[in-house]
């Protein structure tokens, strides 16, 4: 073999070293960074996580975990990902440091600041003035002074929800009536009283006006106080009211030689009410109320059921001048107005619910046309009045099927008619000493408290009518349909109470509240900004440290041999020996460490 090729084979032979030893220097740098590397990779690993499970819970329940709630997850998946980002942020300003020192000449305060910068928010801050902005130090010092938002932003993602869901294991009930014949105890010969739970529901709405009461409310069933039922119709009555005011006459009688006169306020030329008072002011009528036939009606002459009129004195129910006193305000200046009202039973279509404990109903329609053609005997027994709803939504009104039969029947509309006349029919008499409410004929039921009620009643919270007779028909309406729709529970309850009635109980929808979660996305935006700015500052570090910079980081060895002799700083220049740091040992005495 000549020389020549000899020297070949040396120089392959030094280059395939260099090449080895530049690849194990290379290999040992990238090791130097295998935590940090790790840090950035877990971080993100961790971001995804909590990004894919919070994707998945939005809009969802919120989890009944047995050991941990969604919240304590959250936050251990924050502060894990705040603890990895924060490690390799931190170790690339401990590189930078020493990429800093590698360019020129620098101040050794500067260390402290890099030092600092890498420990907490102030630093951080201070760096990024000391270096004015010119160093990919900033990156990783904006990472650490932002990181502090990293905690609260990531628990502001997560916000909890009340949602009403269905509990399928509770129920709730309703009533639901389609015919209704229920009347109280014979009074005579096919006479009955009135049905006893109408007339409570009657005189309660009177006495007691605030459509908050139970009078007004529907009985029903409903243990989390959060209830929706379906569409219903049931039979029930609504009033209808006209001023009638313009059918007034006055006349005026002299009486006891034309010493005083008797004036005389009559509604309608046939003269079926009419109320009066002295021009002396020691006598009056206030108001007057009675019932009369659909036929001597002035508006409503195809009423089923009796119509109610009155005439009442303006002013004179305001309690300014109560009792006796009444008769000296009422004169020829007074206004007298007055109403005509009538209950009309019809098929009403509602969808009820229970808001936090609260009943409330939406008007879905009304069908009031009477359905002539409809057998009056269809074994419950004889009707009176009879419906069949010709709504084209027959199933989403709540009828069972088209053309579905609803009536009142004969025996209960007779007992109404004679409570009505009854309770319906007085007049106020107020005098120099004398102040009464009088019923005008037999006083079977509580006519004169009615009447009490109708003159002084504070209808204020259930009617938004400034008329009294309209407020209290309304509220009679509302009671009636009540009992009417109650007779599925009430029905057959008192012994001495005769009923014929149609009605089921209705099954709704029993609504519980429970926590959703929603999550509010725009609060990752920081947390992913500091991870981004971390994984830019670890690259920065790994890029600007070349092969004559060590991967010192943060370690504080190589600042012991600072004012060391030469050979001992060549070998800071390298990575300083494991068994070097653990051999060697050193004393802090008179603030110098010594090399014991």
Known sequence: MDDQSIQLRLLNADEEAQQASSTNLSRTRLASWAWETGGIILSAALIVTLVVLLRYYDGRREPAWEHMSLNTLIAWLSTITKACVLFSASQGLGQLKWAWFSTQKRPLDDLGGFDAASRGVLGGLALIFRVRGRHFAVVGSLAIVLAVGFDPFVQNLVHYVPRSVVDASQSCLLGNTSMYNTVGPLMGGDLSYVDPVLKANVYNSLFNP???????????????????WEPSANLAVRALCSNVTSYLERSYTYVSNGSYVKCTVTLGSNGTLSTQYLSTGSGAQPMVVTTVESESALVYQNASL??????????SND??????????????????????????????????????????????ADWATVNTTAPMD?????????????????????????????????????????????????????????????PSGADSYATTDALEAIFYGNFSSSCAVDDQLTCAMENVATAISKTIRDSAFTSGEESDVATTVNTNITMGHTMTTVSFVAVHWQWLLLPLFVWLLATVSWIGAVWKSGPQIPVWKNDILPLLFLYRPADRVEMVGKDIPVSFRQETRVRLNQGHLINT
């Open 210 to 228: 605030s459509s908050s009461q139970t009078w007004a409310t529907p009985q029903n069933t409903c243990s989390t106080g959060n209830c929706v």
């Open 319 to 364: 309690g300014t001048n109560g009792g006796g006193g009444i008769a000296t305000d009422i004169n020829n200046g007074t206004q007298f107005i007055a109403t005509e009202c009538a209950l009309e039973p019809l098929v009403r279509s509602v969808q009820a619910s229970v808001s936090q404990g609260v009943y409330q109903e939406t008007l879905l």
């Open 378 to 438: 269809a074994g419950y027994s004889d009707f009176r009045v009879a419906f069949s709803p010709g709504w084209k939504n027959s199933s989403g009104l709540g009828l069972n099927s088209p053309g579905e039969l609803f009536a009142l029947g004969f025996e209960a509309w007779d007992s109404m008619i004679v409570f009505f006349e009854a309770l319906f029919e007085g007049f106020v008499s107020a005098g120099s000493d004398v102040f009464e409410f009088e």
């Open 306 to 315: 009796p119509v109610v009129q009155y005439i009442l004195a303006r002013g």
